[in-house]
């Protein structure tokens, strides 16, 4: 007997081939996409939440001065890895509080170009704008204090200014030209040297010792607040381009200080060298595991019939039948008769001899086992093992004399 199949009335299937293979390509598309957003999403946000560092769009941000620099050939880089600190052109950072930890952020530069903003400002979230921030308050002058404490102690004072023009260094470029913000913040301190001061003297951007760590006293100078005005705008182009270091080729902000830095992530690793090869490896076993799942390799295997042909299936049948029926042990009777049968006409046994004697006349045959006692052990079996013992020996003592 063989597999019969069934099909239904129309013998169509509920989807095609190419149906099939659209839907997995576009889950598995989609599995992978979700795996790589999950690695990443926390390095893909916008930044527009209203705060100050250079992604944001806010009145207290910086991302005018980065457009700004882009658009004018100044390359600027938004940074969210401390790795990429180390580079020899000038680094903006923008702490945005007095708990900010400056320390790792300051050691990767070391004798670099360093910009360091205070914070000025106190805003919150304007919840009809998108990004947009609004005023709360100044913020506190002890909470700008401790941006740069304890290794650099910074005397903070605010006061209104009228506007009045900074005063920049001598030989710095005349093209350096700010007005002073309303109200002014400054910076006073030992070992800070003025670089912009307001009409008083009073530091709004100093530099820290004799290396290049600037500090930016009044934020207002390079934050899109000042953007709006084209005059301070250049001022604020021609600034970073006195800071940076000679043949500089681009201007760095950093937004890790701001919490947008490269987490670390398991998932992260997969996408991520060395690690990328071993993730691609993988990708290219799994393909190539789904292409020999649905394409078949050489003819196709028939399958086996479900009852076989021939003399040994039929007998396998037939003990199955007497197995499941448990009569095995009641065969041992049935066994004798066919030997006695076979025996009488290979031994030429007298057709006049019946029962007893016909037995009596096989055990006067040679041999060391007689037919009679091999023959009650058989009728007198009742259990599979004893059954199959004594048939053996009903066997053997046939085959025995015909050899």
Not at 357 to 367: E, K, Q, T
Request: hydrophobic share 45%.
């Amino acid at each position: 007997m063989s597999d019969v199949t069934v099909s239904g009335a129309s013998g169509a299937n509920a989807f095609s081939v190419r149906t099939v293979a659209i839907l997995l390509a576009v889950g598995i598309f989609a599995f992978i996409a979700m795996l790589v957003l999950g690695a990443y999403a926390p390095d893909l946000r916008s930044g527009r939440d209203g705060r100050a560092h250079a992604l944001s769009n806010a009145a207290v941000g910086y991302s005018g001065i980065v457009r700004l620099a882009e658009a004018t050939g100044r390359n600027p880089q938004v940074v969210r890895n401390p790795r990429q600190l180390a580079g020899e052109d000038l680094v903006v950072l923008t702490p945005e509080t007095g708990a900010t930890d400056m320390t790792k952020a300051l050691a990767a530069r070391g004798a670099k170009p360093t910009l360091v903003i205070l914070p000025k400002w106190r805003t919150s979230v304007d919840p009809t704008h998108s990004g947009w921030a609004r005023f709360v308050d100044f913020r506190d002058v002890d909470d700008v204090e401790r941006v740069l404490a304890p290794q650099y102690k910074l005397k903070v004072t605010r006061y209104a200014s009228g506007g009045r023009p900074l005063r920049a260094l001598s030989w710095m470029p005349r093209s350096i030209a700010f007005a002073a913000p309303r109200p002014v913040q400054t910076i006073t301190g030992l070992d800070v040297r003025p670089i912009l001061t307001d009409a008083d003297g009073h530091i709004v951007l100093g530099q820290i010792g004799g290396g290049p760590l600037y500090v930016l006293a009044d934020p207002d100078l390079l934050s899109n607040i000042g953007m709006r005005d084209a005059a301070r705008a250049r001022a604020a182009l021609e600034l970073l381009d006195w800071l940076n270091a000679t043949g500089a080729k681009t201007i760095t902000f950093d937004v890790t200080l701001n919490g947008f830095g490269a987490s670390p992530s398991p998932l992260k690793l997969l996408f991520d060298p060395p690690f990328l090869a071993m993730t691609l490896t993988l990708a290219a076993a799994v393909l190539l595991a789904g292409v020999q799942a649905t394409a078949r390799f050489g003819p196709a295997r028939r399958r086996a019939r479900a009852i076989a042909f021939g003399k040994t299936a039929l007998i396998d049948n037939a003990a199955a039948l007497v197995r499941k029926a448990g009569r095995q042990g009641r065969l041992g009777p049935r066994y004798v008769d066919l030997v006695r049968e076979r025996a009488g006409g290979v031994f030429g046994v007298p057709a006049r001899l019946q029962g007893a004697a016909v037995d009596g006349y096989l055990d006067g045959l040679r041999g060391r086992a007689r037919f009679s006692a091999l023959a009650a052990e058989a009728q007198a079996a009742r259990d599979p093992r004893a059954m199959l013992a004594a048939a053996q020996a009903l066997h053997h003592w046939l085959w025995e004399k015909t050899r």
